[in-house]
């Protein structure tokens, strides 16, 4: 890291001089930036030291607005009255989807080439299933350019893996079971779930036995009738019998499960996802994580080449007087020495190819670089709020013994 710092003074200086096609900064030119993260978070701590850097070194302005999620409710309003807003980060699919009206396409500014994109263009020299994921969300244009990225994925605590003489992760659900049971006999509980997480174990299991198209048909239809739902019921009345799911599952209130079984080493596995080890280190500052794919179960079903992901993302107000210059610096936040500390300091995944991974994410580079198929979040089960109200009390009285499988399938018809 230190020698990606030290190598910012480069870029920097680059920066400063015109860029090809882009123009040099004009005078008094002032970008107004609003964000998701708040200034005390580590995402918001890196973003505000690179735009003081940027501003310094380019002599162009930037007015930082630090939301945090109540951009969701506050960002709408403020376009819809013409305030100034030159660019805007949430959720890829937030973006492109309720803020989609006030984008501007970037694929001309993505062509270009950038000091830290070593004389190749933007485009090139980022992460490009997820610039594919954005032309798909902007119906063939780039119309936001994904940073932060994130996958759902099986976080697992290493050593109590090997404490339990596990010497590998499962691919099947056998194996998964396997996992479970040494785990048990160790001691140890093998997973646990909180209530905002109970949608996301329904969908993806459900994924696994029927597919992503059947499963996303459900919550589309409002239809539970599929077998498939008594055999869920089956799968968890086993786990919860046997003892491999934690007995605290059931009333886990976030973020219950993942600070005081998680982190407290209390529980070996919880799927979830790579933002996890960030949320978790103040609690749990030397954990040793590893990351695997939700197991494949049925033929029928999706494997482990099917995972959910995604990435925050910037937009360009089409609106805004200074395009180019909001371009320079997201180019500025997703490549080079500060893409790097993006990723180590709120240890998560890198935009720019050249860029490492933390330590802790090794594991889920190969999940997410082996992933062919992408799942929405939670394969939709959180779409509809009815639906996912109704599969946290069933799944929870499912667990605690309270329903037979018959009764849980029952009870996801109604």
Known sequence: MKKQIAGWALFAALFAAVLPGCGGSKSGTKLVYWTMWNETEPQGQVIGRAIAAFTEETGIQVEVNYNGRDIRKTLQPALDAG????????????????????????????????????GKPFEQVVNGTLLTLARQLGNGSIRNIPYQPSAFVTMYNKDLFRRAGITAVPGTWAEFLDVCAKLKAAGIAAITVDDAYMACLFGYTM??????????????????????????????????????????????????????EMAAGRVAMYLNGTWLPNELKGNAPGMNWGAFAWPAINPAGDGVEANNFGAQSFGI????????????????????????????????????????????????????????????????????????????????????????PEQFAAAMRR
């Open 83 to 118: 305030e100034t807003i030159d660019l805007f980060d949430e959720d890829i699919e937030r973006v492109s989807n309720t803020w989609g009206n006030y984008l501007l396409p970037l694929d001309s500014y993505a062509a270009k080439s950038y000091p830290t994109t070593g």
């Open 207 to 260: 994924d696994r036995l029927v597919g992503m198209d059947a499963t996303l048909a459900m919550v589309r239809n409002n239809d539970f009738s599929s077998p498939a739902v008594l055999e869920f019921g089956r799968i968890w009345q086993n786990m919860a019998r046997n003892g491999y799911i934690s007995p605290n599952a059931a009333s886990n209130i976030w973020p219950a499960g993942q600070v005081q």
């Open 317 to 404: 107000n089409k609106n805004s007087k200074y395009p180019e210059e909001a371009f320079r610096l997201i180019v500025w936040l997703t490549t080079g020495p500060w893409d790097a500390a993006l990723a180590e300091e709120s240890i998560g995944i890198p935009m720019a190819n050249d860029s490492s991974w933390p330590q802790a994410l090794a594991e889920a580079k190969a999940v997410v670089d082996a992933t062919t198929k992408r799942l929405p979040w939670a394969v939709g089960m959180e779409d509809n709020p009815d639906i996912n109200a109704k599969i946290k009390e069933n799944f929870a009285r499912l667990v605690k013994g309270e329903l037979t």
